[in-house]
């Protein structure tokens, strides 16, 4: 069974064509990173896998179990995670508070109005524990308006990873950081265990390489080329997309 | 027979009169973004003025023309003075034009005291046509033409015109059609004027049915609101498609329920939100 | 929730205050202010976890206020009793919340304060025109207040006390609202809806409880409106009242309990001090909601802050944007 399937989705909007007919399997624990210039359709295709877009054709499966026509709140459930490219956080809040709000998000405790959310330990608790796992334990109660970008990235993926997800979804996360915090990043998400399995979506080609297993190149909504590291390096079609040749 | 057919025309006339009102607020609503809750301020301002003029003996004509002109400048200074300064937030815009209706249904209350007034219908439209054994009143069918008159004038200016190509891009995509060099705000000045002379031109030539009175701008509101939700924002064609069942629902509604009339007017609203939430006409936005 | 042990202390000398108002208050004409200010501030109250919480501005709570106070009075005037009256008319303006949230909350922001203007106004219509069942624009007179365990409320005091009552446990719940995980749920739909879908609530529902939760204590303070006023026209169901609920919970400052009790004792005071010397407090009403949302709006609160800070030269604050955030879109 595959930890993701995404078969013969399309999507346009008007007359442009953002999902052309693409097919995708992913492997339980498979780091799969999806390439491609900017417009190629990438983040469309995250946004129709986590259910922010409805696709005019295709399906997706999540762990073999059809998802095309679930709501999105419900993959979250199923064990769906992703993080953004344009960070969409909560400003005012606390960095810890954050990440609370991301485990409550598969908690039967969201519904409670009479408990008072600062003790629940057991929460409180969990959500240091991933923040200790993406460095940031120290910060926890710093409001999130007085972070640096690159922490915020690590809240975001301190966020998905608190749910424990079986499926991440990564929106370039290296985008905007400099080279030591991309060290960082990258250095955190090779410690993510294989029980959780990865796709990343990146324009940089080199800045993501190491991570992959395989990689899907997409270009104009279509899957140009898939395949090991070094096939999809090695194809020709790759480097007519990069370099216009 | 010759009941129904009198309450056709009466519907279809103030449904000719909700276009007058709803064009503008619908436009306003399609580029602008906010709901002008001084709509019917508008509306009731300008019935105001006009009923002064022809107190005071001027042409039913002259009266309507200078109100809107009148309203034109307030709506301008309005727009320049007030919303300007909060551009891009629309909640406060909203707001703003709250109230300010407030501050122009007191000053009228102020002026024109609490007596409702109910101006003569025009010399020259009063009295009727008997046609096919039936009795039409004059005034009700100039005004159904007024408005188709003043429908396609709209249509050709939105449609035809370099103006009307602005506020359609702006309606489309303000971003966009800033992006482009068209400038947007100059263009909301001018969409805030024509409403609100539209508005006030209509609220006198509905002055001699329904008379002008405190709180006809609360009556009007919802009216224009109701169409625009049913229409669908920015839709001129909406707006009209909208007026009229409106205008044939308050009518019958009227005749058949009259304690229920009123509530009658927002069952097709409610529909639409079930069924269709952008409205008749309206685009889903993406 | 910061617990400051300074403003804590203030506040519970505040409330010390008000729960002794009757005893050394003498005059009567100021223990009715303070009753309908601390009414008014249930109402604000009930109104601000949809607006400030949720980010989702009603125009139409006027309605629901009004509906309460008339099935109440209604029922009353038919010979029920105020032990069958009152629970009817919560449950009943809770079921009406609930068809008002589910057409409402088809949209957000701008067009959901449309739809709720609307609605607002059908009520209105149906208490105006509806004159054969709601008595149309003579109102409804309630005669009598009731006597819970023996105390007759018609005392102005003894009236003051149960609505303060009722005000302490109305703000004991959204005490307990805010700073709970629904709480803190409700105020994540409100700042990024689309990513708490995609962290896994359920947006609509969360509002849709949130609005239920402003229909209850919207309803409650239409029954202590109807109690206090022994009255009720369908004026109460007008726009004007949505809108003075609402500045009341800007003025105050929104997003927070000590601004839509503030909020509303700014109000019923300047109403009150208003209406004794000219008939024109719908044009001050108008005025001040011009000038609040032009140069305080962030509510007086904060902004008064602001303009005292800057005005100490401490350092040139920055002018909020209105203290209004709107729940967007979010569903793409």
Redesign the interface.
């Known amino acids: 069974m595959s930890a993701l399937t995404v078969n013969g989705l399309c999507k346009s909007f008007g007359g442009l064509h953002v999902t052309r007919n693409v097919h995708l399997n992913v492997e339980p624990g498979e780091r799969r990173l999806i390439i491609g210039p900017n417009g190629a359709g990438k983040t469309t295709l995250f946004n129709q896998i986590t259910g922010d877009l409805k696709p005019n054709s295709g399906a997706i499966s999540l762990l073999g179990k059809d998802i095309t026509k679930v709501p999105p709140r419900l993959r979250a459930h199923l064990g769906l995670a992703r993080t953004y490219q344009i960070i969409t956080l909560f400003p005012r809040d606390t960095i810890l508070r954050n990440v609370t709000l991301a485990l409550l998000g598969l908690s039967k405790l969201r519904w409670n109005p009479f408990v008072p959310l600062d003790r629940q330990t057991a929460l409180m608790e969990k959500a240091e524990e991933a923040l200790g796992r993406v460095g940031l334990a120290g910060l926890k109660d710093r409001p999130l308006a007085e972070t640096s970008y690159g922490e915020r990235r690590r809240v975001e993926i301190a966020m998905a990873l608190a749910q424990d997800p079986k499926v991440l979804l990564l929106d370039e996360p290296f985008a905007g950081l400099s080279a030591d915090e991309r060290h960082g990043i990258a250095k955190l998400l090779a410690s993510i265990p294989r029980d959780v399995t990865m796709v990343m979506i990146e324009h940089d080609m080199d800045v993501a390489l190491d991570f992959a297993d395989r990689i899907t190149l997409l270009h104009f909504g279509e899957v140009i080329v898939e395949g090991s590291r070094a096939e999809v390096v090695a194809d020709p079609r790759t480097r007519e997309v990069y370099l216009g040749a | 027979m010759a009941v129904w057919s009198l309450l056709a025309v009466n519907s279809l006339s103030l449904g000719g009169l909700l276009f007058l009102l709803s064009a503008g607020f619908s436009l306003i609503f399609g580029l602008m973004r906010i709901p002008n809750l001084m709509h019917g301020s508008f509306f009731m301002l300008g019935a105001y003025l006009g009923a002064s003029l022809l107190q005071r003996g001027y042409n039913f004509w002259f009266a309507a023309l200078a109100a809107s002109a009148a309203m034109v400048v307030i709506g301008g200074l309005v727009e320049r003075l007030l919303l300007r300064r909060l551009a891009g937030q629309e909640l406060a815009q909203v707001l703003l034009t709250l109230g300010l209706s407030f501050v122009i249904a007191d000053l009228c209350l102020m002026i024109w005291t609490g007596d409702p007034i109910q101006p003569a219908t025009p010399a020259q439209l009063g009295g009727g046509v008997r046609t096919l054994g039936m009795f039409f009143p004059i005034y009700r069918l100039a005004i159904i033409g007024i408005a188709v008159a003043i429908a396609l004038g709209l249509w050709v200016l939105i449609d035809w015109t370099r103006l009307g190509a602005m506020i359609r891009a702006g309606v489309d995509d303000a971003p966009m059609a800033r992006v482009m060099g068209i400038q947007v705000s100059r263009l909301f000045t001018a969409v805030f004027c024509i409403g609100a002379a539209l508005a006030a031109f209509a609220g006198v030539m509905g002055s001699p049915f329904l008379s002008v009175y405190p709180g006809l701008d609360a009556d009007m509101l919802p009216l224009a609101l109701i169409v625009v939700i049913l229409g669908g924002a920015g839709s001129l064609l909406g707006a009209l498609v909208g007026s009229f069942i409106i205008g044939l629902l308050y009518n019958f509604g009227q005749a058949m329920f009259p304690d229920l009339a009123y509530v009658i007017l927002f069952l097709p609203m409610v529909l639409v939100l079930i069924l269709r939430p952008q409205g008749l006409l309206g685009r889903v936005q993406t | 929730?910061t617990s400051n042990p300074g403003r804590t202390g203030f506040v519970l000398l505040l409330l010390a205050i008000l729960a002794t108002l009757p005893l050394w208050m003498t005059s009567l004409y100021y223990v009715n202010i303070a009753s309908q200010i601390l009414f008014w501030a249930v109402f604000a109250l009930g109104l601000n976890v949809l607006v400030g919480y949720g980010g989702l501005?009603s125009?139409g709570h006027a309605g629901l206020f009004g509906f309460s106070g008339y099935v109440a009075a209604l029922l009353m005037v038919n010979g029920y009793s105020h032990a069958a009256a009152l629970p009817a008319a919560i449950i009943g303006t809770l079921l009406m919340t609930a068809v008002f949230a589910a057409?409402a909350l088809?949209?957000t922001?701008?067009s959901f304060?449309?739809?709720t203007?609307?609605?607002g106004?059908?009520l209105w219509?149906?208490a105006?025109?509806?004159?054969?069942v709601t008595r149309g624009d003579n109102g409804v007179n309630v005669a009598g207040r009731p006597s819970p365990f023996g105390i007759d409320l018609t005392e102005p005091r003894a009236f003051y006390v149960a609505v303060f009552i009722t005000f302490i446990l109305c703000l004991l719940s959204m005490l307990?609202?805010v700073?709970?995980?629904?709480?803190?749920?409700l105020?994540?739909t409100r700042?990024?809806p689309?990513?708490?879908?995609?962290?896994?609530?359920?947006?609509w529902m969360i509002r849709f409880?949130a609005f239920l939760?402003s229909g209850f204590w919207t309803a409650v303070a239409g029954i202590l409106f109807i109690y206090y006023n022994q009255f009720i026209s369908p004026q109460v169901m007008?726009?004007?009242t949505s809108?003075e609920a609402?500045l009341m919970v800007?003025s105050g400052g929104t997003a927070t309990l000590a601004g839509p009790v503030v909020g509303a004792a700014i109000v019923v005071i300047m109403k009150n001090v208003v209406s004794a010397y000219v008939e024109?407090w719908?044009?001050v009403?108008?005025?001040?909601?011009?000038l609040i949302?032009?140069f305080m709006?962030e509510g007086l609160v904060p902004g008064t802050a602001r303009l005292w800070r800057s005005m100490m030269g401490r350092r040139r604050a920055a002018k909020m944007?209105?203290g209004?955030k709107?729940a967007g879109e979010g569903?793409?």
């Open positions: 929730m501005v125009l057409l088809r949209s922001g701008i304060l449309m739809i203007l609307a609605l106004q059908i219509g149906i105006y025109r509806w004159a054969d307990a609202l700073r709970s995980p629904y709480g803190a749920s105020r994540g700042d990024q689309r990513r708490m879908r995609a962290l896994g609530f359920n947006v409880i939760f007008a726009l004007q809108a609402l800007i024109r719908n044009m009403l108008g005025i001040i909601f011009v949302i032009s709006p944007p209105l209004l709107v569903s793409r």
